[in-house]
């Protein structure tokens, strides 16, 4: 196997993991305040990321310069996290999946003021339909509810929530100073579970841990470790064997995961004209994994 395909596999490895906090996550958002959720997941993947650290590069004592950098970070996916869970109290799994979509878009304009990347005209083209397809699916192929802009609650504050995660992505460029992304990684999780304990400190002082349903503790086993620690390093694997570009472009095959993690599950799959909506998304994906001509 080329390392070309390696990396392809990984990343489809990736976006089926990460559409699984979608699906699980809509059945245990409201069993359980999104602030103490989210700070007990940090936590475990920051055991889990510490050790891989350990096992590899150490902690150099460079990566303690400007702790502050590693707050920013942590502050930006806390946040993202945090009204992610808030979202999916009310928005459809596959709907915020769509929702998700927007992040490429938001962080290429972001990528633009923050380090001046430039986007060709090509991934321009897949970014504009790919949103296209989003909003497709966030407005349910129905042309009142988009020329009403009827948004649901949930899509509005899970959006918020996307804005925070395209700031964050070329956040981590532009505040990285030489650090192994594993060592990075480690401090962004750090310093995000502490500002998620501070925050939602009531919250989790209040929630009767031992008390929970089974849902809740396989949602936050499977987020901590499965999407958060097992993607981060499929994540690094395929960036060392793709193109930014077409590791970027996976993230449109995030709602078609859903559909079949939902099919799973048993919760059904959305009305056929939605469907529509998520074949965009999968043609922005293949317009971004094509070679520049």
Request: hydrophobic share 60%; net charge positive; proline share 4%.
């Amino acid at each position: 196997m080329t390392p070309g395909l390696q990396g392809h596999l990984a990343m489809l490895t990736f976006s089926a993991l990460v559409a699984g906090s979608f699906s699980l996550g809509s059945m245990a958002a409201n069993e359980i305040s999104p602030a103490a959720l989210n700070a007990a997941r940090f936590a475990i993947a920051a055991v889990v990321i510490g050790i891989a650290m350990m096992a590899t590069t150490g902690l150099p004592r460079s990566a303690l310069r400007a702790p502050w950098r590693y707050a920013v970070l942590g502050g930006l996916f806390g946040i993202y996290f945090v009204l992610m869970f808030e979202g999916l109290k009310t928005a459809k799994p596959v709907s915020a999946a769509a929702v998700f979509t927007l992040i490429p878009l938001m962080s290429a304009v972001f990528g633009w003021m923050l380090l001046r990347q430039i986007t060709t005209p090509r991934m321009a083209t897949a970014l504009a339909i790919g949103a296209l397809g989003a909003m497709w699916v966030i407005f349910r192929a129905d042309f009142s509810v988009l020329l009403g802009f009827e948004v649901g609650r949930g899509e509005a504050v899970y959006f918020l929530g996307c804005v925070s995660h395209a700031l964050y992505t070329p956040m981590v460029r532009k505040l990285n100073r030489g650090e192994p992304a594993v060592v990075f990684t480690f401090g962004m999780l750090v310093a995000g579970g502490a500002l998620l304990t501070l925050y939602g400190w009531s919250d989790i002082r209040a929630t009767d841990w031992a008390a929970l349903p089974g849902i809740v503790w396989i949602t936050l086993l499977y987020v901590a470790i499965f999407a958060s620690a097992a993607t981060f390093v499929l994540l690094q694997f395929a960036t060392l064997r793709l193109p930014s570009a077409k590791v970027m472009a996976y993230s449109y095959l995030t709602p078609s995961w859903v559909i079949l993690w939902e099919l799973a599950l048993g919760n059904g799959a959305p009305r056929g004209l939605v469907l529509g909506g998520v074949g965009l998304t999968v043609i922005a994906l293949l317009l971004l994994l094509k070679d520049e001509g």
